[in-house]
């Protein structure tokens, strides 16, 4: 009996341990999240709120595509600079991320009306970059810490301040932390590498021998 546990055990074990592997490795979480909004009215500008932008790992980027082959224009703007620069411009608010790592979606909403001025003549922009259908801005999340007192700071895309803002936005993070990983993948190894330790001194300790009766009671 106690040899059949002991085999159990060992069983158990290397099935754990190589289910928690394979949630490391071959089936683990994609190594960036990557959050694709696409509208057919985003208004004149996509913003991120703020904090979005350190959502996971060193930097975030972002890159659109405008379905017209437009000039694009990317930037990152303290929060307080872009409020005021948008007004009350009809806009999409990008304010979270949804789902799963491996199925993230995009929280959005939509505000405002109207129209801005040109952003690529503003002055506001802690960096920017254009683009003729489409462009990529990667920025590096550890300078947001720069920015606290003015609210953080957000990722932001528009045309000329006129046209609809690029219809496409990706936004992609490198995974960290918890996000990098299954969340049952350590458990699992652990669990694992016990069962198999625990299984393997029970199958190699020598079977104990019944006892023999005594002679001088038998007698």
Request: proline share 6%; net charge neutral; hydrophobic share 45%.
């Amino acid at each position: 009996m106690r040899r059949l546990l002991a085999w159990t055990l060992l069983a158990c074990g290397l099935v754990a341990g190589l289910t928690g592997a394979a949630l490391l490795t071959v089936l683990a979480p994609p190594s960036t999240i990557d959050v694709v909004e696409r509208t057919d009215d985003p208004g004149i500008a996509v913003v991120t709120a703020p904090g979005l932008a350190d959502l996971s790992g060193p930097d975030a980027r972002i890159s659109v595509e405008a379905a017209d082959g437009a000039d694009v224009f990317l930037a990152v703007a303290r929060a307080d600079d872009a409020t005021a620069w948008l007004g009350q411009a009809r806009r999409t608010e990008v304010t979270g991320v949804t789902g799963d790592v491996s199925d993230p979606r995009a929280r959005t909403s939509t505000t405002g009306s109207g129209t801005a001025a040109d952003p690529r003549v503003a002055d506001v922009w802690l960096a920017s970059t254009t683009g003729r259908g489409s462009a990529t801005l990667t920025w590096p999340t550890a300078a947001d810490g720069d920015h606290r007192d003015a609210g953080g700071v957000v990722l932001f895309t528009a045309t000329d301040g006129v046209a609809d803002a690029p219809g496409t936005v990706r936004l992609s993070w490198r995974a960290e932390g918890r996000a990098a990983r299954h969340p049952a993948a350590v458990p699992l190894v652990v669990a694992g590498a016990v069962l198999v330790v625990l299984g393997a001194v029970g199958v190699l300790l020598p079977a104990r021998r019944p006892r023999r009766p005594d002679a001088r009671r038998r007698a």
